[in-house]
């Protein structure tokens, strides 16, 4: 009976059930579920125009696939679209537990293995160490490059990102519970605000995560209602995606720098963030305290995992000084799924506690 059981297969249910199959992987301890089949089709000329779409009309596959009981309030997921740009091998829609983001490195990492295991990007030549796929992302193209060994993703992936800038440095806002406070806000593909633990009373290593958590998120909504957040090629883009607290180790170090993500409704990234180390990468290189190609390793708080980033060539974006930042990190596997929707389930689409 056990062998029996072991296969894998769906429970009995009526041929027009909805069923959602999803291949899960995770980045640093964040997870990444990657949407295989069972989300209809997402209209749009262009990504954005999806993002938009799904937004409206699909919200439903998000919510079923990201919340409980198929999901929980950390959940993280990946649509694949087909992509307008001639260069890109996919496009991708980024799901969490509030909506759609435009951008996420973790995603882009693991992204890099799936789209080279499951035959997305054309098979590297005998000998090739190292594959590139081109991601379109709501931000922009992110080019991913997969270590590989026989047409395969062997060990870690790293990413060039889209243009990242400083949007405001030494911003004093005023925080709830914290008065004046001041903050840094930079764009790595999202925008982060960015502040030391300790001018909000904690110590990024050993604090409670729920404390840092409620700190974080307090900033992130002062932030919000007292400055505007812009975006010189779309406003689309424009808006705040959460809060990175970190241990003020900002100065350049060969040892790791602490820090944690806290985005969309309250939830923890377990990585050290890639869009946020791109962000940080492109803070610091603007206060001058990287150069080009100086790698910094970032750490998770809730983890211990790590990522790697440099700034690796200047860019523009509109009016902004911007850099291409590289970030490197280690996707794994850890399972598939096939998920049905029953209608007389009250709780298809999902809930999410509080």
């Known amino acids: 009976m056990e062998s029996a059981l072991a296969v894998s297969r769906l429970p009995p249910h009526d ?12 980045t640093g301890g964040e997870p990444l579920r990657i949407v295989l089949a069972g989300c209809p089709e997402v209209s749009g000329p262009t990504l954005l125009a999806k993002r938009r779409y799904m937004r409206q009309h699909l919200d439903h596959v998000r919510r079923r696939l990201m919340f409980e009981p198929r999901g929980h309030r950390d959940m993280y997921g990946a649509v694949l679209v087909p992509s307008e740009l001639q260069d890109a091998h996919l496009g991708v829609l980024f799901l969490h537990n509030e909506g759609y983001s435009s951008m996420c490195g973790h995603a882009v990492l693991a992204l890099g293995r799936f789209a080279l295991d499951f035959g997305l990007v054309p098979a590297p030549a005998a000998g090739t160490c190292e594959a590139r796929v081109n991601i379109h992302c709501p931000c922009g193209l992110v080019t991913a490059f997969v270590a590989c060994e026989d047409g395969r993703s062997h060990g870690p992936v790293r990413f060039h990102s889209v243009p990242a800038f400083v949007l405001a440095t030494d911003l004093m806002v005023d925080v709830p519970g914290h008065g004046k406070v001041v903050v840094d806000i930079a764009y790595g593909g999202a925008f982060y605000a960015f502040v030391s633990a300790e001018k909000l009373g904690l110590d990024i290593c050993s604090a409670k995560t729920r404390d840092l958590v409620d700190a974080a998120s307090t900033v992130t909504e002062a932030v919000k209602a007292q400055f505007k957040i812009n975006h010189p090629d779309s406003e689309d883009l424009a808006f705040l995606y959460g809060t990175i607290l970190t241990d003020g180790k900002d100065a350049y170090t060969k040892e790791p720098t602490t820090n944690i993500c806290v985005f969309a409704d309250e939830q923890v990234d377990r990585s050290p963030t890639g869009s946020g180390v791109t962000a940080r990468i ?70 999410l506690l509080k």
């Open 15 to 26: 041929p027009g059930t909805p069923v959602l199959s999803v291949v899960d992987m995770h």
């Open 282 to 351: 492109a803070l610091q290189y603007h206060k001058g305290l990287l150069e080009l190609n100086q790698t910094r390793a970032f750490k998770s708080s809730t983890t211990g995992s790590v990522f790697t980033g440099k700034a690796v060539r200047e860019a523009k974006c509109g009016d902004f000084k911007a850099v291409i930042v590289e970030v490197s990190g280690q996707a794994h596997y850890t399972g598939t799924a096939s998920f049905i929707v029953e209608d007389d389930d009250p709780l298809r689409d999902g809930f």
